[in-house]
């Protein structure tokens, strides 16, 4: 596998949301072609299997800036694949690797899409997501509690459909309660939530419930969990949750 200097590589891939069969062909290609295997110890547990021949390279949470560094600097020589659950572009490696990159020397860098973990949590309530969305995260580790506060008051008076990344962890417990306050002000009661944790991976939960319920089950949000808040038109069926593209308003079906 091993490349001469001229031909180092770096590829940017997005592995999905856990279990194996979620990661695309392309992705499971370049890592098989990989000298070199970078990431968080709990994303490249979920592909073992398939790295198995490369060097691998493990950290922990907040390892982010050493692993996107010694990626860069290896695939000046090999082929090296540094890997984000999800898709790397979705609050992954891709930012962080770009920006290291343009201090370096010219890398080769190919970014290899994945399944976002909304996309996979969506596909397990139905049809949320069908029509405007917005994608807020609740971690202030990088971006101030302010900020996020007005993304989540601007997104909920404009009627997005909201998911809501990293809503709880052991040190901030505080924020989600404050999101719901926040997007209350302009969703009713029994506007639809969906609750996904663990999606496509062992512990997997789903529930669909009401916003006027949501914190019911708040000891059960953590970091593996999505929580998807629908618009004025969605709607629950079957314990799935409609969010209706618009279709009715010109068909009839």
């Known amino acids: 596998m091993s490349q001469s200097q001229s031909q180092g590589k770096l590829y940017v891939v997005g592995i999905g949301p856990g279990a194996v069969e979620h990661l695309t062909k392309k992705a499971e290609k370049v890592l098989l072609e990989s000298d070199y295997v970078i990431g968080n110890g709990t994303y490249l547990d979920q592909i073992a299997g398939v790295i198995k021949n490369s060097k691998i390279i493990r950290s922990g949470m907040g390892g982010e800036v050493e692993r996107a560094r010694k990626a860069v600097e290896l695939a000046k020589d090999h082929v090296v694949s540094i890997i984000s659950g999800g898709d790397a572009n979705v609050y992954g490696m891709a930012g962080l ?3 290291m990159a343009e201090k370096a020397e010219d890398i080769n860098i190919e970014v290899i899409p994945g399944v976002t973990a909304i996309s996979a949590a969506a596909s397990l309530l139905g049809a949320p997501l069908v029509n405007d969305f917005a994608v807020i ?3 202030d580790l990088l971006t101030p509690k302010e900020i996020i506060e007005r993304r989540l008051d601007s997104a909920a008076e404009a009627d997005f459909v909201i998911a809501i990344y990293n ?7 505080e924020n989600f309660g404050k999101a719901i306050e926040i997007i209350r002000k302009y969703r009713n009661d029994k506007t639809p939530v969906g ?14 419930t ?3 319920r949501i914190m019911e089950y708040n000891d059960e949000i953590d970091m593996s969990t999505i929580v998807l808040i629908g618009n004025s038109e969605s709607r629950l069926w079957k314990n799935r949750i ?3 593209r618009g279709y009715q308003r010109k068909y009839e079906y």
């Open 210 to 212: 009401t916003l006027g």
């Open 167 to 173: 809503p709880k962890s052991r040190n901030r417990r």
């Open 195 to 208: 609750i996904v944790k663990n999606a496509t991976r062992e512990g997997e939960t789903v529930i669909a």
């Open 137 to 139: 995260s609740l971690s």
């Open 242 to 244: 409609i969010t209706p």
């Open 97 to 99: 690797v770009f920006e």
